[in-house]
């Protein structure tokens, strides 16, 4: 029996070692991969449900490996945010979707909001600030066409130092908007405290919109209460017809998903919005 557990316990440790040298390497990579300049962008457009027209895009990063293949943000984001990598690739996204903008508005597409997001540890660095000023002065980009999507946890750890540096941001224009809304613990109280433009509700919430009555109900609940607060409201993950009939009958401002287009890379994107713009 000694033996059988001493086995065990060197196949449990041959296992972590195992699972630590995957995400070593996967970390190794990813990091090679940013500082060669192989990560890009991805834009996915956000719908005004009452005109129908685009009223901006998402930027969202991308990995394709060449052995790995498509590597998902759900597993690299989370590891660039424990090894503090984040910062500098969160800047990078920052900058690259700015210029970008700035370019579609030379070429006439003059009135989409970019919204970048902005990981809880990138927002605590204390010269976020200064970093989102600098990269619009160098970009040129007017912070009108900046939201920033932040997460609830940002406000579970660092409240008042968040809001004052929010507070700095929204004086230039920039808008914020608070996103994956409602998966949180948060209580809705924090929400009157922030200067907040917009809420994002999480794809979660979508999902069973024409199937659950309880999951209908919580949702319209969250586009009602969001309205009495003065916040616009954006859904997330929309697939089907019948949850973007629902949404548009509760009066969701815009919508995102894959019902109108998923997120696509930057020439598809420019193609999607002069063809829409001309409508
Ligand atoms: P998120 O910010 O909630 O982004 C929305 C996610 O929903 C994206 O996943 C998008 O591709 C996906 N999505 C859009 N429409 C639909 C739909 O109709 N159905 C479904 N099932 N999914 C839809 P993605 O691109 O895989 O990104 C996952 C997460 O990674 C993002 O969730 C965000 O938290 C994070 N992420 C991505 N890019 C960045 C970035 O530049 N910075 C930071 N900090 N996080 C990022
Ligand atoms: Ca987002
Ligand atoms: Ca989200
Ligand atoms: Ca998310």
Known sequence: AKEAGKNQYAFFAAEMTQVAKERLKLEVKLRKAFEQQELFLNYQPRVNMKTGKMAGMEAL???????????????????????GLIVPMGKWALQT???????????????????????TLQFQQADVVEMILGVLQ???????????????????????????????????????????????YSSLNY?????????????????????????????EAIIAMAHSLNLRVVAEGIETETQYRFIRAKGCDEMQGYFFSEPVDAITFETLAFHVQAD
Request: with cysteine; proline share 3%; aromatic share 8%.
């Open 61 to 83: 990063m991308r990995w394709l490996d060449l052995d790995l293949g498509s590597v998902s943000p759900a597993e690299f984001i989370p590891l660039a945010e424990e090894t």
């Open 97 to 119: 979707a700015c210029r970008q903008t700035r370019e579609w508005q030379h070429m006439g597409l003059k009135n989409l909001t970019l919204s970048v997001n902005i990981s």
């Open 138 to 184: 160098e970009t040129g980009l007017d912070p009108h066409f900046l939201e920033l999507e932040l997460t609830e946890s940002l406000f579970m750890v660092e409240r008042v130092e968040a809001i004052r540096k929010l507070n700095l941001l929204v004086e230039k224009g920039i808008q914020i908007s608070i996103d994956d809304f409602g998966t949180g």
């Open 191 to 219: 929400l009157r405290y922030l200067p907040v433009n917009v809420i994002k509700i999480d794809k979660e919430f979508m999902r069973n919109i024409g199937k659950l009555a309880y999951d209908e109900a919580l949702a």
